[in-house]
């Protein structure tokens, strides 16, 4: 989950490697650290800490260098220290090399080198791979590239790498395997990183390796490819269409606010192209060809982790509902691991923003192997999971910087049910009133969540009396138990409150043993077919003197004279709420971790990309 950078050109690398590691530090900040090479010498700096604290590290030291390398990490081998960060060098000293992914034999490995002599100053596996590269390349007598390949064959787990040789400063050498990587191709330069934001700056050429290819990078010969088996591949190029305001703050204090208040305009473009309420059309190109065969599935499976997850279970509703067609959701992490029965006539839908999440990439692997169709549903084009995929789609959000997801949820939940829809539609089970009806509500859900981010002060104020809680509850039911559990997520990842989400009528088998006068209670209550249970709910709260914060239709009397606080939201389908309800919770939990002081967009111990398992 690591950030990697890199430079090779003529000119100043350091800029270059600073500004990248900025863009890349969602991805971790526990430390950070550059490598410069300058007149046949490695210049290393770095430090525990964010991006800011190794500029203040570095101070006037020399940044000399057109060639070097950056780190930006979430720790895994080794408490974040600034022994452990990166980049590592080899026994030597000749070569450095940063890393993102894990390298699971580095114990057994480590313990052969250092009987042949090696000397570890860290405890990082990323250490031991560097040492076996110069080990390999003395005693075996190849050049770096070949020396990073027939390492690689030796080494079990993940990995993205980029290797720079102190007496080679006009060549780096990378390679990636289960974690991302992508190459920037200039006029007169290359440049590295583990997704494309610290590269649209300089050019939107790119080309994103595949597993097991490494690239040689040299500014006299140009880009070549082999693969670890000594293979050598043609490098496809491909264009970006990411554009660099959109990794900027636009004036909001922070990612997550500005993120929050896109949604709008994200589902918006989710929806652009593929909807037309008057033709009665729903169309996504990317799945037009696996229609026929998600509509005779013997089932789908959803696969994902975290906020993606929670937007599976509303996919599962929503697919069970309109389309008629079983669905399981599960966790990736625990699917691949528990030998699950998947067979051809299964269909996985794999959900990631990043599309690089490693359970969710070793889950589809592993039902792909026993014949299943594959579809992606995924943020970032050109990324693994929609390289690995039969097929799928792009939720178009655009760049989501702020680790605690917000856009990226409403736009898979949008996809999801422009999925159902298409299905329902092919096989004949939705009546074409309630089609039109819903395709109708759609269109105007941008336009309702406007409405809905108008409310922002209100949860500011709300905020201010719940910010000292240290413990909550979220309730709702049916397709809003998934907005529950969403809410409760977002609060407890950026403010460390610790919260739960229940459905409402679980609450009575165990959680209302919980509440008392300083329990806040966040319930969604809309209008909908569980209205009266919900309502009935919130009584046995408030029974309890629990403080109910209740999400209600626009107009509702009821709850209203019932709840300690409400928060409108404007009607809508049943179908459709979790896109509405799930804003005024995105908001408190940001205004609530504001007002703790706490780091809105990088939380701590998290990282946005999940590229490790």
């Not at 390796?209 to 496809?236: C, F, H, M, R, S």
């Not at 539609?425 to 039109?436: D, N």
């Not at 819903?438 to 108008?454: A, D, F, Q, R």
Request: with cysteine; proline share 3%.
């Amino acid at each position: 989950m690591c950030g990697i950078v890199a430079y090779l050109g003529d000119k100043d690398a350091f800029p270059v490697l600073i500004k990248g590691l900025k863009r890349l530090e969602y991805r971790g900040y526990d430390s950070a650290g550059i490598a410069l090479i300058e007149e046949g010498d490695i210049n290393l700096y770095k430090c525990k800490g964010k991006v800011s604290d190794l500029e203040d590290h570095i101070g006037g030291k020399s940044v000399r260098g057109t060639v070097g390398i950056g780190h930006t990490r979430w720790a895994t081998h080794g408490e974040p220290n600034d022994i452990n960060a990166h980049p590592h060098t080899s026994e030597s000293g000749n070569l450095a090399i940063i890393h993102n992914g894990i390298i699971e034999n580095y114990a057994s490995l480590k313990e052969e080198l250092t009987q042949r002599g090696h000397t570890f100053k860290s405890d990082t596996d990323t250490e031991v791979l560097i040492h076996l590269i110069e080990d390999i390349q003395e005693r075996e007598g190849v050049k770096l590239g070949e020396a990073v390949r027939i390492a690689l064959n030796g080494v079990i787990g993940a990995y993205a790498i980029v290797v720079i040789d102190k007496d080679r400063p006009k060549r780096l050498i990378a390679a990636k395997k289960s974690s991302p990587l992508v190459i920037g191709i200039g006029e007169d330069d290359f440049y590295l990183a583990s997704d494309a934001t610290p590269i649209i700056e300089y050019t939107k050429n790119v080309v994103y390796l595949n597993d097991e290819e490494i690239a040689i990078l040299d500014l006299d010969k140009g880009l070549k490819l082999v693969n670890i088996a000594n293979q050598e591949k043609t490098p496809y190029i491909q264009e970006l269409e990411l554009k660099l305001e959109a990794l900027e703050k636009g004036g909001y204090e922070h990612f997550m606010l500005k993120e929050i208040h896109e949604q709008p305009r994200s589902i918006a473009d989710c929806l652009r192209g593929r909807i037309n309420s008057l033709q009665g059309r729903v169309q996504l190109g990317g799945i037009k060809d696996y229609e026929d065969k998600i509509a005779k599935a013997n089932r789908v499976i959803m696969v994902a982790c975290g906020t993606s997850w929670h937007a599976g279970l509303v996919g599962e509703y929503l697919f069970e509902d309109l389309a008629r067609v079983p669905v399981e959701v599960e966790y990736a992490s625990e699917f691949r691991y528990r030998n699950p029965i998947i067979t051809e006539n299964d269909v996985v839908i794999a959900i990631s923003q990043s599309g690089e999440t490693a359970d969710t990439l070793a889950a589809i692997k592993m039902a792909k192997e026993r014949g299943a169709t594959i579809i992606g549903i995924c943020n970032v084009v050109g990324s693994t999971i929609s390289r690995e995929t039969h097929g799928g789609s792009y939720t178009h959000a655009g760049p989501e910087i702020g680790v605690a997801s917000t856009k990226a949820f409403t736009a898979q939940v949008t996809v999801l049910t422009l999925m159902a829809l298409s299905i329902a539609k092919k096989k004949g089970v939705i009546e074409e009133s309630r089609f039109r009806r819903l395709l109708i509500e759609l269109e105007n859900i941008p336009s309702k969540v406007e409405e809905v981010l108008k409310i922002n002060s209100q949860v500011e104020f709300i905020a201010d009396i719940y910010k000292d809680a240290n413990n909550a509850l979220y309730l709702g039911r049916g397709l809003n138990f998934p907005v529950a559990l969403e809410g409760a997520l977002k609060l407890k990842e950026i403010s460390y409150i610790h919260a739960e989400g229940y459905p409402a009528a679980e609450m009575k088998h165990g959680p209302i043993a919980l509440i008392d006068e300083a329990m806040p209670v966040f319930v969604i209550a809309t209008k909908d077919a569980s209205y009266e249970k919900i309502v009935s709910n919130i009584q046995e709260v408030k029974a309890r003197k629990g403080k109910i914060i209740a999400i209600v239709t626009e107009g509702d009397e009821t709850v209203k004279g019932i709840a300690d606080h409400t928060i409108e939201i404007p009607e809508t389908d049943d179908s459709l709420v979790p896109l509405l309800a799930t804003i005024p919770f995105q908001l408190l939990s940001y205004h609530i971790a504001v007002m703790r002081g706490c780091n809105v967009d990088q939380p701590r111990n998290l990282a946005k990309s999940v590229t490790v398992e």
